[in-house]
């Protein structure tokens, strides 16, 4: 799944005209929840799904009479219907859903390339946009500072928003402010996952977790093994003294870790100074009796052990899904 920081990395690689749609409503079930969004390029290509591929086609079709205009219409898809008298060809998913579809216009593509440097220091972003003018809307971060294009009080109270919103959730809606309708979504960075080993079984978790959206950076003491013949996809290689190494990395609280070394020693060693740090999430590769005895007869509760969910994994591949699908839950669970 593409993540929206790499959709805006997208739009400001590829200077074609495009158009972002967004879920913007939904009553009833949908297949992807408010704040989903797809970016439709003029020559047919998209990035991101809004729906199974109910919608896509329909929103590309529409997209032709936006490119280039610095417009935006909202498209309602009913897909509730359960035979082909409804919307499509009986999709059934039981839900109406809201559609923005904006163009993405000089202005626009100047604030996304300042909302990339700001979601690269690892921080949320409000972002509201009026529904009946396309042209009004704003970017808010943590300390207040504002881009894009607004005029006047806004309408929501920005501070409670991103103070209380828990992180990785979607939170997004829309509101009224007098005669006024405006929508409002947390844009969240792209979430970086620490994998601390590179051995065989390293391989399918990074790749499998680079395609659910995250960051991955590996971290290894033999350069043989991290390298990017074995890890093509990774954002990053560490190789080194790994003690060393993770003392001079900038976590962040956001950051996600999983340590698969293989050696009782170290991981001894990597989790007395990662204790030191808040973290999003963090697990840690073997059974809890032997992660009792890393951690000199207790486990801490915010350590996971064994890693993964409980799927009755096996091999590599198994133990990458259990994992990968541990880490999507933590990021859901407020949701």
Not at 78 to 96: F, H, K, P, R, V
Not at 253 to 260: E, G, K, N, Q, T
Not at 284 to 310: A, F
Request: glycine fraction near 8%.
């Amino acid at each position: 799944m593409i993540s929206f920081h790499e959709l805006v990395k997208e739009v400001l690689t590829d200077h074609q005209p495009a158009v972002l749609a967004t879920i913007i409503h939904v009553d009833g079930s949908a297949y992807r929840k408010k704040g989903a969004c797809m970016l439709v390029k003029q020559d047919g290509s998209r990035v991101g799904l809004l729906s199974g591929g109910c919608l896509e086609s329909d929103v590309y079709s529409r997209a032709q009479e936006i490119f280039d205009t610095g417009k935006a219409e909202i498209y309602r898809y009913d897909l509730s219907a359960e035979d082909d008298l409804g919307w499509g060809t009986g999709a059934g998913c039981n839900g109406i859903i809201s559609v923005l579809v904006r163009d993405i216009d000089l202005a626009f593509r100047q604030s996304l390339t300042i909302l990339i440097r700001q979601l690269e220091k690892i921080e949320p972003i409000l972002f509201i946009q009026s529904v009946s003018n396309v042209t009004k809307y704003i970017f808010i971060n943590e300390s207040g500072d504002t881009f894009g294009h607004w005029q006047g009080d806004l309408p929501i109270e920005r501070k409670d928003i991103l103070q209380f919103t828990p992180p990785f959730h979607q939170h997004a809606g829309m509101q009224t402010n007098g005669e006024e309708a405006f929508y409002f979504q947390v844009i969240w960075p792209q979430p970086n996952l620490y994998i601390i080993g590179a051995g065989e079984d390293a391989r399918p978790l990074a790749q499998l977790a680079g395609q659910t959206g995250y960051a991955v950076h590996m971290l290894d003491w033999r350069e043989a093994l991290c390298s990017k013949l074995n890890f093509p996809t990774a954002n990053s290689l560490y190789v080194g003294n790994i003690e060393e190494t993770i003392q001079n990395i900038a976590f962040h609280p956001l950051d996600s870790v999983v340590i698969m070394t293989h050696d009782f020693q170290r991981d001894m060693k990597i989790l007395q100074y990662l204790k030191k740090l808040p973290f999003f999430y963090i697990g840690i590769l073997g059974s809890r009796k032997r992660t009792e005895r890393v951690m000199d007869g207790q486990i801490p509760p915010w350590l996971q052990s064994p890693v993964g969910l409980s799927i009755g994994a096996e091999g590599p591949e198994e133990i990458a899904v259990s994992i990968v699908a541990e880490l999507i839950a933590a990021r859901r669970r407020n949701e």
